[in-house]
Structure formats: structure tokens, C-alpha cells
């Protein structure tokens, strides 16, 4: 190959680059490299980002032309070149304007060499099945393979949650995050804080997964007086806040602020804003709280005089309880945390 690439190299550079593009990636096969080296290889080649997404495995990388990682998301509309064999997976090439004249063959040649560099089984397992489903990127041909795979038919509820101990058939990781499917609108294990969104068809999982990371933020701590399990389809307008607003904005309200400050001396300030909101008598949320109604009366009076507004009557206590929705969506999980990376 490589005589045959020197002798064309003098009537004819383009089927020589082209020869040199299919040896490249032949002698990788034959080394059995990494798929970061094949990656790797694609950006020298072509002159231009390289990036890998693979649905099953939770693996997102992209390369220079120099060889460095490239961090962060990216949006394009790149040549793309699927992996035979491997649903949800597919390679593309970063490149502003037309495409280079090696482009096609690159990542035609790059996916073959994947290909054959992978091991075992190219089938994906369930968890792999359950990341395609649920991945927004993932083709629909992928999509309805991985659903059909998984044996979902009808509504399929979404639960994401950041504990080990989620328990399910039909469950992976998404991020730092673990995601259960449960067919039908099933009843959430306890025992977890988690979000949770019901897809009406399977198909429409990416959005549940996206409804359920919305409704994980708005979720209090296991044996906490909030909510440990949110559903999404609980919330109504309340999604919209939790959406709109990253946890860095809500952070930075004024009324959030205050809440931080005087939690650093008095842990009950929001739980006590919480039983109030919750209950409807005062007494009921002393009982709530298990203090004497006395000791919440004191409590509420001092909060008054710290806050600037009484969070018991009127507009106080709607101020209230926009401060303490806004709280969680400050101190809960944030979606880019569990996003995947591209």
C-alpha cells in the first residue's frame, strides 16, 4: 500500500491522499487502537474537530486537528457517519463552510475502523437500550430500535434521581445521574429523592427525561418535610420557574440570599416557611414541625422582623413561597449537571 501510495503520489495526489486516508485507519485496526486514537486520527486527517457520540456507552468525544480534548457542547450541522452496527452511535467532522474533499471517505473509514475495533457483541446492552431511548440525539430509527428492544409499548414513567439506590428493571446512568424507566404511570420507590415525568408514547422519552431533571430540582431530602419525589406532571405553572431559571439567577435573588444568610444560624428557617406554606392552620404545621404552636409564633415573628414581610399573610406569604420555590431550584440539581456533554 504504501509503494503504491508513492508512486501515485506523483500522477495523481488525490488517490494518493485517498489511499493514505484507508491506510491510516487500516494500521490502527491492526494495532487495535483506542477509539480515542480513532477519533484523534479523523480531526489530523481532515483539519478540523472530530467528535463521537455513542448513545449506549454514555460516550461523548471530541479532538482537535493537534490531538487536545475538546470540552463543552456544540451545535452544527455537521457531516455525520454512523457506526455499522452500533445504534446511537456516530461520528461527524466540525467544519465551517462546504466539506473537504476527504471528508466522506474520513468518517466513512473511521466508523469502519470502530467498527472493527470493537469487541464482543456489538448489541447494546439494557442499560445502553435505555441511555438510546432516552438520548434527544439519538436518530429515530435508533430510537424506535432501542424502544422496541426494551419492550415498551404504552406510557413509560421517567425517573431520575442522584442515588445508587434507585431500584428498577430497566435502568442506566445519564450523567451523574441514575434513570429508571417504569412502564405505565408506576409508583416511585421511596427511599430516593428523585424527579419524575410520564411519556405518553416512548418515543417521547427525551422530554420526559428532560421534565423529570426539571422536577429533581424542586425535590427536597429523603426524610426531609418537602417532597422527596417530584412529578412533573405535578406542578403546572411551577415548571416554568424551574425551567426558565438556572440555579445561579435563583441564587441570586435577594430573598434567596436572605434565606442563605439566615440559615447559616437558624437550620429551620426554611422548613418552617415550608410547614406554613403547607398547612392550613398555624397549629398544623407546629404539628408539622413537632414544636409547640407557641414556638412557631415566636418563630414567625422573628421571621417577619428578619425577612421584612410576613410570610403567613397575603402578599408576604405569596412572597414566601416564590423565595423558598427559588431556594430549591438554587440548592437542587441543576440540568447541566446531568446534560450529556458533546
Known amino acids: 500500500m504504501r509503494d503504491l501510495i508513492g508512486k501515485l503520489e506523483v500522477v495523481d495526489d488525490d488517490t494518493a ?14 494495532e487495535r487502537a483506542s477509539t480515542a486514537a480513532v477519533v484523534r486520527a479523523a480531526a489530523a486527517l481532515a483539519g478540523a474537530t472530530a467528535g463521537l457520540h455513542d448513545a449506549a456507552r454514555a460516550v461523548v468525544k471530541r479532538f482537535a486537528p493537534d490531538g487536545r480534548a475538546r470540552t463543552g457542547t456544540t451545535e452544527g450541522d455537521w457531516r455525520h457517519e454512523p457506526v455499522p452496527g452500533h445504534p446511537g452511535s456516530w461520528l461527524w467532522l466540525e467544519r465551517a463552510g462546504e466539506d473537504g474533499p476527504l471528508d466522506a471517505l474520513i468518517l466513512e473509514r473511521a466508523a469502519r475502523a470502530l467498527q472493527a475495533l470493537s469487541t464482543g457483541s456489538s448489541s447494546p446492552s439494557a442499560g445502553g437500550l435505555v441511555r438510546i431511548a432516552c438520548d434527544p440525539d439519538a436518530t ?11 419492550g415498551l409499548t404504552g406510557p413509560v414513567t421517567v425517573v431520575l434521581s442522584p442515588s445508587a439506590n434507585l431500584r428498577a428493571t430497566l435502568i442506566s446512568s445519564v450523567g451523574a445521574l441514575v434513570v429508571a424507566l417504569l412502564p405505565g404511570a408506576a409508583t416511585i420507590p421511596e427511599g430516593v429523592r428523585a424527579g419524575a415525568a410520564t411519556a405518553s408514547d416512548p418515543m417521547r422519552l427525551p422530554t420526559a427525561l428532560e ?5 429533581l430540582r ?31 439567577e435563583a441564587a441570586g435573588v435577594g430573598d434567596v ?3 442563605d444568610e439566615l440559615l447559616a444560624g437558624h437550620p429551620w ?8 406554606l403547607d398547612q392550613p392552620s398555624l397549629r398544623q404545621s407546629a404539628a408539622m414541625l413537632h414544636v409547640h404552636h407557641s414556638t412557631l409564633q415566636e418563630r414567625l415573628t422573628w421571621l417577619s422582623g428578619q425577612l421584612g414581610y410576613s410570610p403567613a399573610k397575603g402578599r408576604g406569604r405569596q412572597r414566601a413561597a416564590v423565595a423558598v420555590l427559588l431556594w430549591r431550584v438554587a440548592h437542587g440539581t441543576d440540568p447541566e449537571t446531568v446534560a450529556e456533554s458533546h
Open 269 to 276: 428557617v426554611v422548613d418552617t416557611l415550608h410547614a406554613v
Open 17 to 30: 491522499s485517498a489511499l493514505r486516508v484507508i491506510d491510516h485507519f487500516d494500521r490502527l485496526v491492526d
Open 211 to 215: 421534565q423529570a431533571r426539571t422536577a
Open 218 to 248: 424542586l425535590a427536597g431530602e429523603v426524610g426531609g418535610l418537602a417532597p422527596a419525589v417530584v412529578r412533573y406532571e405535578d406542578l403546572g405553572a411551577l415548571a416554568v420557574i424551574a425551567e426558565r431559571i438556572s440555579a445561579e
Open 257 to 259: 440570599r436572605r434565606l
Open 140 to 150: 429515530e430509527a435508533d430510537r424506535r430500535d432501542a424502544v422496541a428492544r426494551l
